[in-house]
T-cell receptor, first 114, second 111 residues
Framework: DAGVTQSPTHLIKTRGQQVTLRCSPKSGHDTVSWYQQALGQGPQFIFQYYEEEERQRGNFPDRFSGHQYPNYSSELNVNALLLGDSALYLC?????????????FGDGTRLSIL | RKEVEQDPGPFNVPEGATVAFNCTYSNSASQSFFWYRQDCRKEPKLLMSVYSSGNEDGRFTAQLNRASQYISLLIRDSKLSDSATYLCVVNGRDSNYQLIWGAGTKLIIKP
């Protein structure tokens, strides 16, 4: 039973560049949430995708966008990267049938902006 | 006031001791509560859900106090491997879809 998988595991970019992070949800899950976790902080909710649409969004600028594919996998895109975007980006999957249930996380992508 | 607040610690506890920490939340309408564990530079892993009646899983006990709006986690007979950051998670104010995370409480178990 495959868990949540994310790629790449590490990424180094420079200011102004664009990045795409990828996530495949746990088998049987149809909902994907993205979080940004800075060092020493809890995860901050970016947005959630369900049925290929953004269902809920946290307090992040439009530079952060996403997509969900028919197979439930998802991408997080960040444009015009800033130094402050350096963080661990976590993808979590869940089932819409248990929307109040726990989420399961991938290993994350560690993004460093130089 | 933050929606979910935790004492950042660190809590330095000798092996075998019992340790407890709380997490307060601001949204009285919250319905879902969880404790996650996160090891250094790793992803959060679900430790346990927190139910209204309280629940126990081995050495771990979670309780919910709706009147005072806090949840607690008790760890008995602590092991060195319990050293981690414990994150409290509550479903958000505006939607059932958004989980709000505390910043975590760091626990260090000493031999």
């Amino acid at each position: 039973d495959a868990g949540v998988t994310q790629s790449p595991t590490h990424l180094i970019k420079t200011r102004g560049q664009q990045v795409t992070l990828r996530c495949s949800p746990k088998s049987g899950h149809d909902t994907v949430s993205w979080y940004q976790q800075a060092l020493g902080q809890g995860p901050q909710f970016i947005f959630q995708y369900y049925e290929e649409e953004e269902r809920q969004r946290g307090n992040f600028p439009d530079r952060f966008s996403g997509h969900q594919y028919p197979n439930y996998s998802s991408e997080l895109n960040v444009n015009a990267l800033l130094l402050g975007d350096s963080a661990l980006y976590l993808c979590a999957s869940s089932s819409a049938q248990t929307s109040l249930g726990p989420q399961h996380f991938g290993d994350g992508t560690r993004l460093s902006i130089l | 006031r933050k929606e979910v607040e935790q004492d950042p610690g660190p809590f330095n506890v000798p092996e075998g001791a019992t340790v407890a920490f709380n997490c307060t939340y601001s949204n009285s309408a919250s319905q879902s509560f969880f404790w996650y564990r996160q090891d250094c530079r790793k992803e959060p892993k679900l430790l346990m859900s927190v139910y209204s009646s309280g629940n126990e899983d081995g050495r771990f006990t979670a309780q919910l106090n709706r009147a005072s709006q806090y949840i607690s986690l008790l760890i008995r007979d602590s092991k060195l491997s319990d050293s981690a950051t414990y994150l409290c998670v509550v479903n958000g104010r505006d939607s059932n879809y958004q989980l709000i995370w505390g910043a975590g409480t760091k626990l260090i178990i000493k031999p």
